[in-house]
């Protein structure tokens, strides 16, 4: 069978594409190319460029396809752009999501999995929220994707497939050229601030949390792009929940993650508390035992590839030299990288931090001192 992929240029969407045809399914990307790229998809994956608001392309793209679930990324997600502009959020992510059920409903599709947010559940004052718990969003982003989420229900009750998936915060790439580039999103801004040399903006220090800054779950894009491939291969043989966290259930605050990559890339920058931002929520961390329990998760495989390929490293060091901690290894490999041309230093750095430190700093730093010391990491790796 052959899945639709709303949003597959983007981001997740592409990790999502490369899941799904590493696990052999065929996939077709529909995306308007306005933040996607073409350049994160395989030649032999088909893309098709127009609107999800465009109900006639969807149509004849399902129809020539033959698609039998459609995986819906496409949409609008930048909290402080949907306060300043609601009509587009809702236009995009209410009607688009609309239009895309609709040409599917129509043109016989049996499955689909809608790409969701935490951010419908707002200031909720719960330490771990839950999919039952009351979902009042905080931002018209969120208050657009619990539309989008009712509108899919109601296609369910018409006996189509579905499953929300709420993800909390995505951050890493398995690759360099998915990586995400987005102004919207705290790894890429740190990183761009410590190639500029320019002090790292944290968004409100006054928040009711241990160090004052928002507190967030930070989930390896991976993981996302694995929870909808199995939430689709899961869809086909039975049905799922209506909506699933996908999250860690650990939080970090904003502070500890800018700290953590200052320290990690040896800058001696300070973080610039600014004012708050418009729509942001204090503190939101995933409960995920519904999704472990249903989607029977399996570990992140990148984390056991790094386990592996430290110890190889270390051992394919001559034996005249000592061995160093993976700690100063690492601090290494950062020190180098700022020697490079400074062309260079940007990509470089991202594939560095987003690919190797997003895995073990960010999901472990409730436990490991700012020092990141590598063998701890390893140690305390999920």
């Known amino acids: 069978m052959t899945w639709l992929i709303t949003g597959g240029a983007g981001y997740i969407g592409a990790h999502v594409v490369r899941a799904l045809a590493a696990a052999g399914h065929a996939t077709v990307v ?6 996607g790229k073409k350049s994160r998809l395989s030649a032999d994956v088909p893309l098709v460029v127009g609107s999800i608001l465009d109900r006639d392309l969807l149509a004849s793209t399902i129809r020539e396809y033959e698609i039998a679930g459609v995986v819906h990324l496409a949409a609008k997600k930048s909290v402080a752009e949907s306060v300043e502009n609601p009509e587009l959020y809702e236009r995009t992510n209410v009607l688009g999501t609309e239009t895309v059920l609709a040409a599917a409903h129509a043109g016989g599709v049996r499955y689909f999995v809608n790409s969701s947010s935490a951010a419908v559940y707002g200031e909720s004052g719960i330490a771990r929220v839950a999919e039952s718990d009351v979902a009042i969003p905080a931002s018209p982003y969120g208050a657009t994707k619990l539309a989008a989420e009712g509108i899919v229900n109601r296609y369910r009750a018409l006996g189509m497939a579905t499953c929300s998936l709420r993800y909390f915060n995505v951050a890493g790439s398995v690759a360099v ?11 890429p801004i740190i990183l761009r601030n410590i190639e500029a040399h320019e002090r790292p903006k944290i968004f409100g220090n006054d928040y009711e949390t241990p160090d004052g800054t928002c507190i967030r779950d930070y989930v390896h894009v991976r993981d996302i792009a694995d929870a909808h491939l199995i939430a689709a291969e899961m869809l086909v043989k039975g049905e799922l929940p209506a909506v699933m966290n996908i999250g860690t259930g650990t939080g970090s605050s904003v502070l500890e993650v800018v700290r953590t990559l200052l320290d990690l890339t040896g800058s001696s920058l300070e973080p610039e508390f600014v004012e708050r931002r418009a729509g942001d929520i204090g503190e939101l961390v995933a409960d995920v035992s519904l999704a472990r329990r249903v ?9 056991r590839h790094l386990q592996r390929k430290l110890p190889q490293r270390r051992r394919r060091r001559p034996r005249s030299q000592p061995p160093r901690s993976s700690a100063l290894a690492i601090q290494s490999r950062i020190d180098s990288l700022r020697r490079s041309p400074r ?9 560095l931090v987003q690919q190797v430190l997003v895995v073990f700093v960010v999901r472990n730093l409730k436990r490991i001192s700012h020092r990141c010391s590598a063998a701890n990491l390893a140690a305390n790796s999920l």
């Open 30 to 35: 529909f995306d308007d190319l306005s933040t």
């Open 343 to 351: 062309s260079k230093v940007m990509a470089r750095t991202q594939a």
């Open 177 to 187: 050229e998915l990586r995400d580039d987005s102004v919207a999103n705290l790894f």
């Open 295 to 303: 989607l029977k998760r399996r570990r992140h495989p990148q984390r």
